[in-house]
């Protein structure tokens, strides 16, 4: 069921940070196990239902709130490790140079937009297939 449904934004609202941050690990895993098996369909599908849960729930925890400084420090910081995860190649088709980082969630000034599991290298080509 999406997350769009009003029932279960009431649901999600009212949660405490640790079932925040449990259904987040939930949703990290998820989308790895469906970029392993390169289900595009499923793993958008995933993202998208990660994007709205941490659109209606993760601005109620300001513990996750960075100043723009600290959201573009904690992204070169962690851009850089996903490029030595990497190693050098699109991490989707793995056959060309990767030089482009993904944000797979749609960007914001919480620090799980950032979070490492959530960014990809991409080549350009994968890059727009993503965007597209």
């Known amino acids: 069921m ?4 009003e029932e279960t934004k009431e649901l999600l609202i009212s949660m405490t ?3 925040f941050t ?4 939930s949703f990290a895993t998820f989308i790895e196990e469906a970029w392993e098996q390169k289900d595009l369909e499923i793993l ?5 239902d990660c994007e709205d849960f941490i659109h209606i729930n993760g ?3 300001k513990c996750y709130s960075q100043t723009a400084k600290e959201w573009k420090d904690e992204y070169r ?3 850089e490790k996903r490029r030595e995860i990497a190693n050098g190649t699109c991490e ?4 060309k140079k990767g030089t482009h980082c993904h944000h797979l969630i749609r960007r914001g000034r919480l620090v799980l937009y950032n979070d ?3 960014l990809r290298i991409l080549c350009s080509k994968c890059h727009q297939l993503f965007h597209s």
């Open 22 to 25: 449990e259904h987040f690990e």
């Open 2 to 5: 999406p997350l769009k449904d």
């Open 77 to 79: 910081k962690n851009r």
């Open 17 to 19: 940070l640790s079932e």
């Open 44 to 48: 958008l599908a995933i993202i998208f």
């Open 92 to 95: 989707w088709c793995g056959r």
């Open 116 to 118: 490492i599991r959530l």
């Open 59 to 61: 601005h109620q925890f």
